[in-house]
């Protein structure tokens, strides 16, 4: 079956860790997005990438850092400069000159 | 600076209740206005595309429409596996390529 996977589901991390959020994709799509969710607020985009070993800074990008070396995965770092990294991690994909972004199950990541 | 706003942010209808959501938009050049669909703890499932104004599509009991500054997504009779929160988002012209999104509006359907 095709689809997007995040892992892990649920992640757990103490202050001035850095902690690494997978997503992978085999619906051979080229551009690969995160987002991140907080409660009451609309998702907010961190980083996206449209090809491999290319990506680029979203709207709230500080704190965290991306690669992109296979065109099925695209994983997040979120690094220990990040102030407030609780919060609903979402991956998202699209085909290549197509609009629309298909969502993953999300990684919801705690600090202790 | 391009802004998405939903409302009701809350909504509660009986069964078989037909209502609407709506989705006011700013943004410089529209290329695409998107619906989805959240339930709790889990990511966005994809509704639906919209790209110009006077565009309307449909699926199941769900119809979004489009209008050059709102969207509307119409219910119609309602059930309560329809209860959701629905998102809407819009991706602007230019060189951006993340999407802008509401708040989301948090639906529950009563039996």
């Known amino acids: 079956d095709g689809g997007i996977t995040q892992s892990p589901k649920y992640l757990f991390r103490k202050e001035g860790q850095n902690v690494t959020l997978s997503c992978e994709q085999n619906?051979?799509?080229?551009?690969m997005y995160w987002y991140r969710q907080d409660p009451g607020q609309g998702l907010r985009l961190i980083y996206y990438?449209?090809?491999?070993?290319?990506?680029q800074k979203g709207d709230i990008a500080e704190g965290y850092s991306v690669s992109r070396e296979k065109k099925e995965s695209f994983p997040l770092t979120v690094t220990s400069a990040q102030k407030n990294p609780t919060a609903f991690y979402l991956c998202?994909?699209?085909?290549?000159?197509?609009?629309?972004?298909?969502f993953g199950p999300g990684t919801r990541l705690t600090v202790l | 600076e391009d802004q998405v706003t939903q409302s009701p942010e809350a909504l509660r209808l009986q069964e078989g209740e037909s209502s609407s959501l709506n989705c006011s938009y700013t943004v410089s050049g529209l290329r695409g206005l998107f619906w989805y669909r959240q339930d709790p703890g889990k990511g966005p499932e994809f509704l639906f595309t919209l790209y110009s104004a006077g565009e309307e599509k449909e699926k199941e009991r769900l119809k979004a429409t489009l209008t050059k500054k709102e969207s509307f997504l119409h219910i119609t009779a309602p059930k309560p596996e329809d209860s959701a929160t629905y998102l809407c988002a819009v991706r602007p012209g230019g060189g951006a390529d993340g999407l802008t999104f509401g708040k989301g509006t948090h639906l529950i359907i009563q039996p």
């Open positions: 990438s449209q090809i491999v070993n290319d990506f």
């Open positions: 998202a994909s699209s085909p290549f000159r197509e609009d629309t972004q298909y």
């Open positions: 619906l051979n799509h080229d551009a």
